[in-house]
């Protein structure tokens, strides 16, 4: 599939509204209806960074900085090192850590080789990575401490031939202050402190790869060749799920990634912006809003290896962080912590996010206690993150936002793609120049995500998102679910998304998953898996959020089943694993 293809939209004439973009009473008056992009690779953005703020900080790492001239000289040193090992252009290289700034240093050296990066999720154990060795055929794999063992025992059980051959690894406390020397007013649980300072573990006697350390790699790394890569060469092969089969890779170029990179200027971004390097680095959304469109803009991060809400806090306070964005999930943790009156979150001027829904209530109590607006945003891995965005001074709540710059997106029949009215329920399709190539070695999968719409006469590609949704009258998106999460309960069908976002009003609800049950009658019903807030524990009951939720929604929707948890499982990046919860439903069914 040749990339303009894809990466071209339609041009709009001044004064005109393309068909599938926002109107112009809600398009932001700041901003322009496309952008215009840089035609170089994402090496040049780092370069150009370390030349205009070699100084300034690019990441901040729990007491420590690494400046945009050391992420460089770190990036091309990698890049020797990696090309001494015997990477060439397009080849492929995973990088497999927590959130560090190592994280970063590697990506760019990837890049600085013309090679591709393949971020892993730091969850998956070795059954799950030798997934990630075979598929993009590694030739190395660069990981932290303790990930290393993982990558050996899932490279040992791999046939020779199909192994990866060499492994970098880095210690977190490459990259922190002497322990002594952390900062007192971080409140760092003791077992992250413990977790961070673990030292790199020695090579296996007979290990099936061989093994560098960090320091030592890139202290004797040459200087790599001249770079080579252009805006339509591979940059990053991340992996989704997706409904069925093992995970598939998605081909995204420099020019899909720059134009997202590009695009945070939506949410006012700047070289003054310090933001808040939560979200996991593995995910698209970490990997653009943590290490892409920062060094692009010249802004600073402040990195969390892990979620913690009092430390997020306090980071918060610390570094005056201006820009968050976020998975809901974190939000409404946050807001749930005891101390949650004492937190100084006075410096946030944008919070924006995606991955799941936010519950308008929840929203409504940061607008009401904080004066800050959640700008919710809507994209997937194969739409380099945000697709869709809310304009931060005019958001709705409980909404996708509108189609952001150069995006053509409509609502369709997922039968006949026929397009459907205003408030109708289909799925959301998408064009625009941030849309990938397609799936890694699964053409038939590539073309089932592509289709012409009938009787669009531009023949532009829209990518099948698997999402239900409809849109108002004013060009917003409003999510219904995922196609396949529907719950049929006597010829009702009922979104599951939406009773969640209901359940979220009830004034002891921390968080909820809806699943379908079987019933012998309705043949599926509606369940709630509920985790409590910390003052409704032992307070409240099942039924009371049963009599409740019948209080609320109609009859056909309302859970009739309800399960208390502690926790609700969630992926690396946050978001809530329905469908692990309704496996175990069907298993006890």
Known sequence: MSAAMLMNPSPTHAGATAVGAAPDGVWPRRLPRELAVPETSLWFNLEVSAARFPRKAAYQFLGRSVDFASLKAQAEAVAGWLQSVGVGAGDRVAVYMQNCPQ???????????????????????????????????????????????????????????????????????????????????????????????????????????????????????????????????????????????????????????????VGTAWLHASAEAVTLGVVPMFHITGHLYAIHSPVYTGATVVLMPRWDRELAAALIARHRVTHWTCIPTMVIDLLGSPNVARFD???????????????????????????????????????????????????????????????????????????????????????????FQGYWRHPEATARAFVTLPGDASGKRFFRTGDLGRRDEEGYFFITDRLKRMINASGFKVWPAEVEAMLYRHPAVQEACVIAARDAYRGETVKAVVVLRHDAVGRTREQDIVDWARDQMAAYKAPRLVEFVDALPKSGSGKVMWRLLQERENGAA
């Open 345 to 435: 979150l006075s410096s946030l001027r944008f919070l924006s996010g995606g991955g799941a829904a936010m519950p308008q209530a929840v929203a409504e109590r940061l607008q009401r206690d904080f004066g800050l607006v959640f700008a919710e945003g809507y994209g997937l891995t194969e739409t380099t993150a945000p697709s869709h965005s809310n304009p931060p001074e005019r958001a709705k709540l409980q909404c996708l936002g509108i189609p952001i710059f150069g995006v053509d997106s409509r609502v369709v029949d997922p039968t006949t793609l026929e397009e459907l009215p205003h408030g109708e329920v289909g799925e959301i399709v998408t064009h625009g120049p941030m849309v």
């Open 103 to 261: 994280y970063a240093a590697a990506v760019y050296g990837i890049l600085r080789a013309d090679a591709v990066v393949v971020p892993v999720n730091p969850m998956n154990k070795a059954e799950e990575f030798k997934h990630y060795i075979t598929d993009p055929q590694l030739r190395v794999v660069i990981c932290t401490a303790e990930l290393a063992p993982v990558v050996e025992a899932a490279n040992a059980a791999l046939p020779e031939p199909d192994r990866a051959a060499h492994l970098l690894v880095t210690a977190y406390a490459d990259a922190l202050p002497p322990r002594a020397d952390l900062p007192r007013d971080l409140p760092l649980p003791p077992a992250m402190v413990e977790w961070l300072y673990a030292p790199a573990p020695d090579a296996p006697a007979s290990p099936s790869m061989r093994w560098h350390r960090w320091p030592d790699a890139l202290a004797a790394a040459p200087r790599p060749a001249p770079h080579r890569a252009g805006a339509d060469d591979l940059a990053i092969l991340p992996y989704t799920s997706g409904t069925t089969g093992l995970p598939k890779g998605c081909l995204l170029t420099h020019r899909n990634v720059m134009h997202n990179s």
